[in-house]
Each structure stands twice: as C-alpha cells, then as structure tokens.
C-alpha cells in the first residue's frame, strides 16, 4: 500500500495522519516547531464527542526526512497562503530511491480559495485538487477537537486542469477510509468555487457583528462572487454529497461554532482571507467589474491582521449598510 506524506499538522493535516494511522493506511506527518515537538512527544489528541483519542503517528520535521520514494504521494495540507512557499520547499527534494524528484509525485491540493492546484502544477505533473469540508478546530499545538463522528467531514476530489480517472478513485477509497464522505467532481476546479463561495461565511466570522448581520452579509458576499464567476464565464458545480448527515456532537469543554479564519486570528498566525475574498476580488478586476463587498472585507480584515488585531476587534466594512442587497441585484442584472 502506498503512503501519504501530509504537509502541514493544523485541523485538516493533523486529522488526517491520525485517520489514516488508526485505519492502518501509511502515513507520515511533516509538523515544525511547537508542533513538532508536542506531537513527537505527546502523539496527536483528537477529541471527539466520546471522548479523546491519542494517536501515536510517524512525524518528521521536513519532507526530506520523510524520506520520499516513488510510492509515495504528497498531501498538502497547509493553509492557502502557505501553499506558495511549501510548495516550492519541497518540490524538488530528491526521492530516496533514487526515481526522481517530490515533483514527480501525486500531490493532494487541500486548500481553500483557487490558487493551490495552479501553484502546484506549475512543478508537480500530477494534480489531485480536493474540496474538503471538516467541522474541526485547531487552536493549539497537537490537539485537533473533531465533533463530527463516525464520518468525520467531506471531501470532493479531481483532478487538475482535468480528470485523471484512476489516481481519482485511488484516493477517494483512501479518503474514505480516513472517515471522509467522499465524492469525485468531473471539474475540481468549479467545485472550489463552489467552496470558495461557502467559505466566505469564514471571513464573517471574524467580524463584531450580530447574527442578523452576519447573516446577511455571508448573503451579500457570496451573491456577488456569484456575480463575478458568471461574469468571468467561470461554472460553479451543483450541491453534491447531499444528505451525507454528518453528526454532530458534543465535545466537553469546547463549543461550536468558530470557523478557521477566526482561528488564525485567534491563534495570531497568517490567514487565507487574500484567498477567500481577495480571490473574488483578484478576478473581478481581471474581468472589468467591482467586487466592493468582498473587496472592502479583504481591506478590513488585511489591516487588521497587520496590525495584530484578533476576532471580533472591528465591525462589518460600512459599505454593508448602503443598499445592501440591492447593489448585488444590479450586478445579477
């Protein structure tokens, strides 16, 4: 059986080394610093609603300590903003069997946003774009709160620019063996819009803003990147996975709730709000029309994470208040 490299030990890549290992599917966890040390010496905490499992996984500390053989095949679980720089880390570490380069692997492009499967083809021939939804959190090293339980969350798959049939299927079984409900999407790409649109209630999240406000907010911004795809001739894919029932507990002394943005502002690490919002904005400037919405949030929320600034510090952008919904109708028009 070949075995999966995940780069990167937060909520998604710490959960899946430690689905994988109790499913008996190889794996190694590349983790740094805090990280790292707490998961070498501690194992990964997965704290589920029936209780806490620690899982002893194989860690290492850089992909070429994983030492990566041809039958290997890269996941790439670091945040969108990192996927740049990770990617260009490890791409051309030479395979210890001497076959060849990590490039030449499969990579697993987890990442939220649009850009990971472009900056991974630009090195690695073989391109797995997967569209993960998981209900985890992740706010210190080593220690991952899973309230989802049996199926742990969702993952649609495909390749990248198009289907690659069989690495499709071989992944999506291994998917489904970490616990994943799992789906195969004939245009990967138009199911991270998908994402991407759905995602954008993340950026919210971060916002002192009532419920009432929030939710219309995440409307507003998700009709007009709705706007923007149409007008940029890109497809968004249809609701898949429907009814899958993903259940939901309780995990003592945790609440539900906050998405993985608020996280990185909380935890006062970088976040993928430039690949969230600032994506809709990017290409709504390349097409030749506005985006203010989701242009006035990427300004909010750059300014301040540059200043150090955490959840709930600042309000919604005041163009939320001027003719909220009746300014994304004109650009349905």
Known sequence: MSRYIVVGAGALGGLLAAQWTLAGVPVTLVARSRALEVIARDGLRIRRPHGDDVVRVDVVASIAQARPTAADTIVLAVKAQDAE?????????????????????????????????????????????????????????????????????????????????????????????????????????????????????????????????????????????????????????????????????????????????????????????????GEVVLIARIVGVEAPLNEAVAHALGALAARGGGPGEVPLPDEFEYDLFTRVEEMRA
């Open 85 to 277: 720089a990770t990617v260009a880390q490890i791409a051309w570490t030479p395979l210890v069997d001497g076959r060849g380069v990590v490039a030449d692997l499969p990579i697993l492009t987890l990442q939220n946003g649009l850009a990971a499967e472009d900056i991974a083809l630009r090195r690695f021939h073989t391109v797995i774009g997967v569209s993960i939804g998981i209900p985890a959190s992740h706010l210190e090293p080593g220690v991952i709160v899973s309230p989802a339980y049996p199926i742990v969350g969702a993952a649609w798959l495909g390749g990248f620019p198009a289907s690659l049939p069989g690495e499709e299927e071989r992944h999506r079984v291994a998917l489904a063996k970490a616990g994943f409900a799992t789906a195969v999407e004939p245009d990967i790409a138009a199911a991270k819009r998908r994402k991407l649109i759905a995602n954008l209630r993340n950026v919210v999240d971060v916002f002192d803003a009532s419920i009432e406000q929030a939710e219309r907010a995440e409307a507003a911004l998700a009709a007009e990147a709705r706007a923007v795809f149409r007008a940029a001739r890109l497809p968004i894919a249809l609701p898949s996975l429907d009814g899958m029932g993903l259940q939901i507990g309780e995990v003592p002394g945790h609440t539900l709730g906050h998405l993985s943005t608020w996280q990185s502002f909380a935890r006062g690490t970088s976040n993928e709000v430039d690949f969230l919002s």
